[in-house]
T-cell receptor
Framework: AAGVIQSPRHLIKEKRETATLKCYPIPRHDTVYWYQQGPGQDPQFLISFYEKMQSDKGSIPDRFSAQQFSDYHSELNMSSLELGDSALYFC??????????????FGNGTRLTVT | AQTVTQSQPEMSVQEAETVTLSCTYDTSESNYYLFWYKQPPSRQMILVIRQEAYKQQNATENRFSVNFQKAAKSFSLKISDSQLGDTAMYFCAFMKPTRHTGTASKLTFGTGTRLQVTL
């Protein structure tokens, strides 16, 4: 079965640079979530989109922005990168909307290293 | 806001034995969903099992089962016949239901329990 696809798998950037992470949800899934997982920590919710509109916002820095496109894929844009942004970034997808509450299916993550 | 607590940072179990991982949560919602996710060394996040709060019957998935105590707000995971491949970080997670079109329910994770299965 098709899974959530994230690219790139690994990314190395320098401080103050910009990074773009991409996420392709499971076909027919209309909801995308972004999570950040620091070393030895639990995943922290950043932002979610349902039907191309922002649905919920968590602890996402102002330096980060995201959107969901017409084909339901999503991109997380990160600017002015800091050393503390080094983490594993997960994208997850689900079937959203009232009453569905389907479980989140995660991609393999993008490991971002900021040097 | 919902909180999820996993009080066991690390646990160890011998192969073929049974182990139980604890999870408690706090919420004012009457209906919600609880999950256990597994994160092996590959760092993939894999859904292990799901429980809907309005269902009294405990969920089971092969060797994995839960003990859901709604009144106590407890949601433990039992792994039977442990295998080396079960070695992973296990996260308990909470999701409240969507009520409005245009919203998406996010997961709130606990801090995880690192499980080591030994020979």
């Amino acid at each position: 079965a098709a899974g959530v696809i994230q690219s790139p798998r690994h990314l190395i950037k320098e401080k103050r640079e910009t990074a773009t992470l991409k996420c392709y949800p499971i076909p027919r899934h209309d909801t995308v979530y972004w999570y950040q997982q620091g070393p030895g920590q639990d995943p922290q919710f950043l932002i979610s989109f349902y039907e191309k509109m922002q649905s919920d916002k968590g602890s996402i820095p102002d330096r980060f922005s995201a959107q969901q496109f017409s084909d339901y894929h999503s991109e997380l844009n990160m600017s002015s990168l800091e050393l503390g942004d080094s983490a594993l970034y997960f994208c997850a997808s689900s079937l959203g909307g009232t009453g569905k509450n389907s479980p989140l299916h995660f991609g393999n993550g993008t490991r971002l290293t900021v040097t | 806001a919902q909180t999820v607590t996993q009080s066991q940072p690390e646990m160890s179990v011998q192969e073929a034995e049974t182990v139980t991982l604890s999870c408690t949560y706090d919420t004012s919602e009457s209906n919600y969903y609880l999950f256990w996710y597994k994160q092996p060394p590959s760092r993939q996040m894999i859904l292990v099992i799901r429980q809907e709060a309005y269902k009294q019957q405990n969920a089971t998935e092969n060797r994995f089962s839960v003990n859901f105590q709604k009144a106590a707000k407890s949601f433990s995971l039992k792994i039977s016949d442990s295998q080396l491949g079960d070695t992973a970080m296990y996260f308990c997670a909470f999701m409240k239901p969507t009520r409005h079109t245009g919203t998406a329910s996010k997961l709130t994770f606990g801090t995880g329990t690192r499980l080591q299965v030994t020979l």
